[in-house]
């Protein structure tokens, strides 16, 4: 409030709140304010807190906060034999199932010294890249909702829906397939299975470009997302980002072209890759992937079908136990790398099982991206990390 009276000027500052630290002079200075956002996740299925440090309405500092799902999964590990892991190690990234399955029984089989039939590396190779698809479309459908738009959810839940049909038919799992067994697989493909995947995947090859005429050229999401959230290739080298997001950065890595492993070796992997850096990258990068994946699919049913007949899985002894030792297997999971360090002493469980999970580290770097950026983004960035809580806490 201000009066003057006889040319003299006064300044009287009135409803000086909690938030006020000192005035001096003519200026007012004010704390932080400290946000916490959560504990939750945007979509509710799980549990993440992140703390924002606020100037105004713009992130001056962040700083992810994870464990409240901590489950103790590796722990867990240590006292169940190498069949019963494979039930709790599917569970951590539940969207990517059996690829987090691929992963134990990979490290395991590498213990052993053990070689799956062609027909087990060949149908795995084909389940790997269908629950890639299935893991990728939710994100696709997931991360347009969180930014306002509806309609996309419902089209990419359609096109799951036509790919779970196939996986549950084989598995009987919906989610948790629990189909991988050391040396190969649970039980031979159902008469006429590849070609009710062929037709599946053609549907959704079909039916993608719902998706992306509803997304690509709206203005609103490309105002949401261009630009906004820019990840560097420095600091994804830094904090160990990997999967979509680094490779939206232009981080030209894949480990089925690059270390391949199953049938990867033997297939065409094309690596997409973006160079901005931004949420609008990101989702582009999950969307051409999906195309890759579906034609990796159609590629593995085509050389399973000319396969000669032969077992799916090896004869395992009723106790089966790794030799002394130590392995790390890794692999491209959806979300990004997965790594699996096995240490034996020769007994039916292991003495360690270490697994280094795509979403932590992914997670991790929103420390280095939030600050700078308004709290209206921060859901835009957030959603666009691909990640799953139960994923960074194991």
């Known amino acids: 409030?201000?009066?003057?009276?006889?040319?003299?000027?006064?300044?009287?500052?009135?409803?000086?709140?909690?938030?006020?630290?000192?005035?001096?002079?003519?200026?007012?200075?004010?704390?932080?304010?400290?946000?916490?956002?959560g504990p939750q996740h945007p979509s509710t299925h799980g549990v993440l807190?992140?703390?924002?440090v606020l100037d105004g309405e713009r992130i001056t500092a962040a700083e992810p906060i994870v464990g409240y799902m901590h489950r103790g999964a590796e722990k867990l590990f240590e006292v169940r034999d190498y069949r019963q892991i494979i039930v709790l190690a599917n569970r951590h990234d539940w969207l990517s199932a059996f690829a987090n399955e691929l992963g134990v029984v990979l490290a395991v089989e590498r213990m052993l010294g053990m070689q799956p039939p062609p027909r087990a590396v060949w149908a795995r190779t084909l389940l790997a890249e269908l629950n890639r698809v299935l893991s990728h479309l939710m994100f696709l459908?997931?991360?347009?909702?969180?930014?306002?738009?509806?309609?996309?959810?419902?089209?990419?839940?359609?096109?799951?829906?036509?790919l779970q049909h196939v996986m549950e038919e084989i598995s009987g799992g919906r989610m948790h397939y629990m189909f991988n067994r050391v040396g190969g697989l649970k039980e031979e493909l159902p008469l006429g299975w590849l070609d009710r995947v062929t037709?599946?995947?053609?549907?959704?090859?079909r039916r993608l470009p719902d998706i992306e005429e509803l997304i690509a050229g709206n203005e609103i999401f490309l105002a949401r997302t261009r630009g906004v959230g820019v990840l560097d290739?420095?600091?994804?080298?830094?904090?160990?980002?990997?999967?979509?997001?680094?490779?939206?950065?232009g981080v030209d890595f894949d480990l089925r072209r690059d270390e391949p492993y199953l049938a990867y070796g033997e297939l065409p992997v094309k690596v997409v890759t973006r160079s901005a850096g931004d949420c609008q990258a990101r989702f582009q990068v999950l969307l051409e992937q999906v195309k890759v994946s579906l034609d990796l699919?159609?590629?593995?049913?085509?050389?399973?079908?000319?396969?000669?007949?032969?077992?799916?899985?090896q004869r395992l002894p009723k106790v089966l136990k790794a030799p002394e030792g130590h392995t790390y297997a890794w692999t491209e999971n959806p979300l990004g790398l997965n790594g699996y360090y096995l240490v034996s002493r020769g007994e039916k469980t292991p003495w360690r099982l270490k697994l280094r999970s795509a979403s932590y580290n992914n997670i991790q770097v929103l420390?280095?991206?939030?600050?700078?950026?308004?709290?209206?983004?921060?859901?835009?960035?957030?959603?666009?990390?691909?990640?799953?809580?139960g994923d960074i806490d194991k």
């Open 367 to 389: 420390r280095e991206m939030l600050p700078g950026n308004l709290v209206a983004d921060m859901i835009a960035i957030l959603g666009s990390m691909f990640f799953v809580v």
């Open 199 to 205: 037709a599946a995947v053609a549907a959704v090859r």
């Open 233 to 249: 290739r420095e600091t994804i080298m830094q904090y160990g980002v990997s999967g979509p997001v680094a490779r939206a950065s």
């Open 297 to 313: 699919a159609d590629a593995c049913v085509e050389r399973l079908r000319h396969l000669p007949p032969g077992p799916i899985n």
């Open 141 to 162: 459908g997931s991360y347009p909702l969180e930014l306002g738009a509806i309609t996309p959810v419902f089209y990419a839940f359609r096109e799951r829906e036509t």
């Open 49 to 52: 807190r992140l703390r924002l």
């Open 1 to 37: 409030m201000t009066t003057e009276q006889e040319g003299r000027r006064t300044e009287r500052i009135v409803g000086l709140g909690a938030g006020a630290d000192a005035v001096q002079a003519r200026e007012l200075a004010t704390e932080d304010m400290i946000l916490n956002i």
